[in-house]
């Protein structure tokens, strides 16, 4: 009975930064955030576990992290020098994704 929140999306100037949370009810052992842009692929972006390992997709691990809060169940994705084309709807669910799909929460880097 799972269930996450994604939340912090908002519209940032190209370089600029910003940080998504994403809040689950309950300890999930392995949580990814994904993201999409209309007419593509849902993405594959970043994981956590709650043994402490992360992974980063190859091309964005130099300006996006993922990090996680156990004591508040929140797991975050910082992303730094945002560009156009990281603009998209971000979304988090476990990983292998098992979970419905949420809203999501949408982000749009302006140049």
């Known amino acids: 009975q799972v269930q996450l929140v994604e939340s912090g999306g908002a519209l940032v100037r190209s370089g600029g930064s910003l940080t998504l949370s994403c809040r689950s009810n309950e300890t999930v052992f392995r949580i990814s955030w994904y993201r999409q842009t209309p007419g593509q692929e849902r993405e594959w972006v970043a994981m956590s576990t709650t043994t402490n390992y992360i992974n980063v997709k190859e091309s964005l691990k130099d300006r996006f992290d993922i990090s996680r809060d156990d004591s508040r169940n929140t797991v975050y994705l910082h992303m730094d020098a945002l560009k156009p084309e990281d603009t998209g709807v971000y979304y988090c669910?476990?990983?292998?994704?098992?979970?419905?799909w949420g809203r999501g929460t949408p982000v749009t880097v302006s140049s």
């Open positions: 669910n476990r990983y292998p994704a098992t979970l419905l």
